[in-house]
């Protein structure tokens, strides 16, 4: 099971395990959770800020509904001096999506520096199609261009399995 990712000093991205791993040991210094995985498992008395937004897997979640409540969080733990773990259950899709989104709507990134960035850091992750072309439609009507397109990513998924044949 990988380790959570750090994409910003205070930001971090990871699954389900990770953030259970997290309250366990407080290792990265986590002070908030944000869990967008559909069910959510609350902990008694449990020490860290925690918020859960339930996201489809399948894409099936209007983005444009839960990025306010989402990014307030992660505003509201940044400005406070901590550290947020976006998690879903396995820290590939719907977390993906949300940090993508962070990411470009609220720090100011392109869609595109946006996926890169975090596929840099965290090379196995993947936005649902349905997600991918929310993501596109609000970077191109909240800032008048389209950076990057889902068709691109298939375009660079296909060219890596290329290489390993």
Known sequence: MADATRILDYLFQGSYQNSLRERQSGALGITHILNVKESAKFIEDDPLATLHVPLSDYGETDLRTIFP?????????????????????????????VVVGYLTFVRGMTLRQSWELVTELRPFVTIAEP????????E?????????SYEEIKAQLRAELE???
């Open 131 to 138: 997600y991918w072309q929310q993501l596109e439609a609000l």
């Open 163 to 165: 290489k390993i044949k």
């Open 69 to 97: 409540e989402c990014f307030q969080f992660i505003e509201e733990c940044r400005t406070g001096g901590g550290k947020v773990l976006v998690h879903c259950r396995s820290g590939q899709n719907r977390s993906t999506a």
């Open 140 to 148: 191109k009507e909240l800032k008048n261009e389209s950076t990057f």
